[in-house]
């Protein structure tokens, strides 16, 4: 399964044609086919490219939506 560090899932922000990657609690997913990440903004809220779970935790449609999206990879540990 890919990898991606913050850096790299920034690359993924749904503009100028990129898919849109979102993470949520280490998992990245790719949300690009849903209308409602269109251009990678979300509600006017929140922006692809990004490590939602806080976001993502506090939203009201709750965290079970997100786990309808493919999963693109996984977020890379950063040992501190």
Do not use: C
């Amino acid at each position: 399964m890919k990898e991606f560090t913050k850096e790299e899932l920034s690359q993924f922000d749904g503009k100028e044609g990129r898919p849109a990657y979102i993470g949520f609690m280490g998992i990245v997913y790719d949300v690009s086919k849903s209308m409602l990440w269109k251009e990678g903004n979300h509600q006017a809220s929140h922006n692809a490219g990004k490590d939602l779970s806080r976001e993502i935790g506090l939203a009201p449609h709750g965290a079970g939506v997100i786990g309808m999206f493919p999963v693109a990879g996984k977020l890379k540990k950063i040992n501190k």
